[in-house]
């Protein structure tokens, strides 16, 4: 088994940090843009796309800057996908930094082309363009 390829996204928010924060945190928040359905059951998320379900263990959460899961069958391994906000002091811009890791070189873009329609949604919902 090959190692996954790590990558990073950076997408520039028009929201407040706080109301970006909810919608990258609660399962309500994450059900309006990134799945059909989110429920949570203390530290596991449930993720629901076309009623296939894929669970997930929330590793870390820092109210208002990142919020980080990892798919329960990679629990063996270091792979994980994080959400972090990033503010800028002096613009105020607010930024959403995504941290994924494909399967290999090969689905890089592809995967970031999903997480550009995922951030798409949110910014919809958002009313951020």
Same mark, same amino acid.
């Given at each position: 088994?090959?190692?996954?390829?790590k990558?990073?996204?950076?997408?520039?928010?028009?929201?407040?940090?706080?109301?970006?924060f909810?919608?990258?945190s609660?399962?309500s928040g994450?059900?309006?843009?990134?799945?059909?359905?989110?429920?949570?059951?203390?530290?596991?998320?449930i993720?629901?796309?076309?009623?296939?379900?894929?669970k997930?263990k929330?590793?870390?959460? @820092?109210?208002?800057?990142?919020?980080k899961?990892?798919?329960?069958?990679?629990e063996?391994?270091?792979?994980?996908?994080?959400?972090?906000?990033q503010?800028?002091?002096? @613009?105020?811009?607010?930024? +959403?930094?995504?941290?994924?890791?494909?399967?290999?070189?090969?689905?890089?873009?592809?995967?970031k +082309?999903?997480?550009?329609?995922?951030?798409?949604?949110l910014?919809?919902?958002?009313?951020? @363009?």
């Amino acid at each position: 088994m090959s190692d996954k390829v790590k990558f990073e996204m950076e997408f520039p928010i028009k929201a407040s940090q706080k109301l970006l924060f909810q919608y990258i945190s609660t399962p309500s928040g994450l059900s309006e843009w990134f799945a059909d359905n989110v429920n949570s059951r203390g530290e596991i998320f449930i993720f629901i796309w076309d009623g296939s379900e894929e669970k997930a263990k929330l590793l870390q959460k @820092t109210n208002g800057e990142k919020i980080k899961f990892q798919w329960i069958d990679d629990e063996t391994t270091n792979y994980f996908f994080e959400f972090r906000i990033q503010f800028d002091e002096i @613009t105020k811009d607010v930024s +959403l930094i995504v941290t994924d890791f494909a399967e290999d070189e090969d689905e890089v873009e592809e995967s970031k +082309l999903l997480w550009t329609n995922h951030i798409s949604d949110l910014k919809m919902v958002l009313g951020s @363009t």
